[in-house]
């Protein structure tokens, strides 16, 4: 707003919010006319009269204003003579009623009447009535007020209710993080002045990367550029101490000027919509999850409605990010629950079905020797097939037990449990394979030491079927930055750059690794081996 009290006025009736005081000369008027000239010149809404053809004869300084305001025309834009269509033009049809019940001779009433001026939508409350002169209408007088702020607020305030709605049901229906999340990025800009928003969240541990999500107005790709941004800067802990609701000026050209945000930088051309942004944490049980950023044009300002409204949004979405993370989390649980009640069942029936079809062939392989019969008979050969075939179902049945609830893994740890199976593929493939790792417990959360396990599995079992290596090594070793598990083999070596479609192992294992926030990453070359890391961040 302008300095100038004369420019500071409520847009509703043009009244000044602050005490203006005017001049005025004494006057010889009869009291009735000088009262009848104070109403016209000073009360709080717009009065016009027309003649019976709706041509301007007369309007006060607040009609005069809404004018002024909505379509930036000087004063003069309301001389006398002016016909009223040509002072809203294209509303003829808006106007009819209004017009011929007023000239009928009656008065007529409507609160929030829409019209429609160039640019812009607005809504008036309106009394159009009949003026008299020797029992007959001789012109009509308009009194308006301006609605517009009141009914825009109503549709803001409704449309809100139902974006509340919508969040909420969707996160009670087990809708995915991503459709709630970008339903919050969308309504951020359809119910508020906002250009544009994005979200960025995590979860507490901080065991897996940032994600984004980000209104099209941004530009494709501006959610992976914050989750670069992110990257590059180091998934942290953050104080709620640091969101203090304020608008950051000029945000636009001091985050070209910032290194860290490079990744963001091909998005702030200089003719992006907004240049100042606000941001609004994301808490869930006093912990913050993630941030709701809402960019502005230049100089705009939030009021107090905007910021409650944009900080229950943000405790919405803060709800969903932690809904995400327990279901998730629920799921994990599950599924291992699920594989230590399949890993018994199948334990203590197929398992002991075959130890006892073994028992039966070998028992039949020495009734047929009593009975002198050689190993050449067709019926001793056939056991001797069964007997070995029930062996190796046995055998494959006991690794499937191992893949479903690796009982070293349990009791002994994650070193101990590769162990173990290293001196399996190694008696089986007649292969060398070594494991190293530090004696100590390693600390690590069971989800995190499985989707671990189950990596170097995956890539010792795709050395012993591709690489044909003469040895493969294990490793696993404490860093700064977290814990590095190295698979390497002397093996044959493949291009990692190409997609395989077809070939799960890779995906598989690159998706275990996103699971529990760890970085995954190939290294081969024909002829050269091929390398597996995995870096899994410190549990906190």
Same mark, same amino acid.
């Given at each position: ?44 809404? !717009? ?34 003579? &002016? ?66 702020? &009141? ?29 709630? =999340? ?39 790709? *501006? ?27 000029? *945000? ?14 091909? *998005? ?11 941001? *609004? ?72 079905? =075959? ?84 004696? &100590? ?63 799960? !192992? ?33 549990? &906190?």
């Amino acid at each position: 707003m302008s300095s100038d009290p004369t420019r500071d006025v409520l847009r509703s009736t043009s009244m000044p919010t602050r005490p203006l005081v005017d001049d005025v000369a004494p006057s010889g008027s009869p009291l009735e006319t000088q009262l009848l000239e104070l109403f016209f010149d000073r009360v709080p809404m !717009g009065v016009a009269v027309f003649d019976t053809d709706m041509r301007l004869q007369r309007c006060n300084k607040t009609w005069t204003a809404f004018y002024e305001h909505y379509l930036g025309v000087p004063a003069e834009y309301t001389a006398p003579g &002016r016909h009223l269509n040509d002072l809203i033009p294209g509303n003829e049809e808006a106007v009819r009623l209004l017009v011929d019940t007023a000239l009928s001779g009656r008065v007529i009433r409507q609160a929030a009447h829409r019209i429609a001026i160039p640019g812009t939508e607005t809504y008036w409350d309106v009394v159009f009535a009949p003026l008299f002169g020797d029992g007959r209408v001789v012109g009509v007088v308009d009194i308006v007020t301006d609605a517009t702020d &009141r009914v825009l607020s109503f549709q803001r305030l409704e449309a809100r209710i139902a974006t509340f709605s919508r969040v909420a049901s969707g996160m009670s229906v087990d809708q995915p993080l991503s459709t709630t =999340l970008s339903q919050v990025v969308d309504a951020v800009r359809s119910t508020s002045e906002a250009v544009a928003c994005s979200i960025v969240c995590w979860e507490e541990d901080w065991r897996r990367p940032a994600t984004a999500y980000a209104d099209d107005v941004l530009g494709a790709g *501006f959610a992976d550029a914050l989750e670069d941004v992110w990257r590059i800067r180091g998934m942290r802990p953050v104080d709620l101490a640091e969101y203090d609701g304020t608008v950051t000026r000029g *945000f636009r050209d001091a985050a070209l000027a910032d290194p860290t945000l490079a990744p963001m930088h091909p *998005f702030l051309v200089e003719d992006v919509p907004w240049k100042d942004m606000a941001l *609004f944490p994301l808490v869930a049980s006093g912990v913050v999850v993630g941030e709701v950023s809402v960019y502005l044009t230049a100089g705009h300002d939030l009021d107090e409605d905007d910021r409650a409204y944009l900080s229950a949004l943000a405790d919405q979405a803060a709800v969903a990010v932690r809904n995400s993370a327990l279901y998730r989390a629920a799921e994990q649980t599950a599924a291992l629950e699920e594989r230590h009640r399949l890993a018994r069942e199948l334990h203590d029936s197929v398992s002991q079905a =075959l130890f006892s079809m073994t028992l039966h062939a070998r028992t039949a392989q020495r009734h047929l020797e009593a009975a002198g019969l050689g190993a050449d008979h067709p019926v001793a050969v056939e056991i001797d097939q069964l007997h070995a075939l029930t062996q190796s179902a046995l055998a494959e049945m006991r690794a499937l037990i191992f893949e479903l609830r690796p009982g070293a893994l349990e009791a002994e740890g994650l070193v101990a449990a590769l162990t173990k199976h290293a001196a399996a593929v190694a008696a089986r493939e007649q292969l060398d394979v070594e494991v190293r790792g530090p004696d &100590r417990d390693l600390g690590l959360d069971p989800v995190v030491e499985e989707h671990l396990y189950r990596i170097a599995l995956e890539a010792v079992h795709n050395t012993v079927k591709h690489a044909a290596a003469d040895r493969v090594e294990i490793r696993l070793e404490h860093r700064d930055d977290g814990l590095e598990l190295r698979v390497s083999d002397d093996g044959v070596g493949f291009d990692p750059r190409p997609e395989r479609p077809g070939h799960l !192992g890779l995906r598989t294992m690159r998706e275990r690794a996103d699971a529990i926030g760890a970085t995954f990453g190939i290294h081969s070359a024909p002829g050269g081996g091929s390398t597996v890391t995995v870096l899994a961040p410190h549990p &906190r």
